[in-house]
């Protein structure tokens, strides 16, 4: 079945960078869309940066363009966050999902927090 474990989070001074690791099993990575989303405290559910299968297409979502960015590593079966610049309201569970959007498959998510 599909397993999908994040690893990298932490607590992080503001300004701080992050990369955060997910490692996938139980389906066709590379032929799979990957996504992370995250879920900030009393927040919807949101997602984050997407990639396609074999990388060469990547998103991110506007407000966090340019500090985020979402790369995969399909001989190991790895998706990545790099964040740079953090900031308070990036505190969140960030979790690696299938597809693109918040619907699908996710894992058991990461703690992100940045504080002072």
């Known amino acids: 079945q599909v397993q999908l474990v994040e690893s990298g989070g932490g607590l992080v001074q503001p300004g701080g960078s992050l990369r955060l690791s997910c490692v996938a099993s139980?389906?066709?990575?590379?032929?799979?869309?990957m996504s992370w989303v995250r879920q900030c405290p009393g927040k919807e559910v949101e997602w984050v940066a997407g990639?396609?299968?074999?990388?060469?297409?990547?998103k991110v979502v506007d407000s966090l363009r340019g500090r985020f960015a979402i790369s995969r590593d399909n001989a190991k079966n790895m998706v990545y966050l790099q964040m740079n610049d953090l900031r308070l309201d990036d505190t969140a569970v960030y979790y690696c999902?299938?597809?693109w959007g918040t619907g699908g498959p996710r894992g058991q998510g990461t703690q992100v927090t940045v504080s002072s």
């Open positions: 990639s396609n299968g074999d990388g060469s297409s990547t």
């Open positions: 999902a299938q597809f």
């Open positions: 139980g389906f066709a990575f590379s032929r799979t869309v």
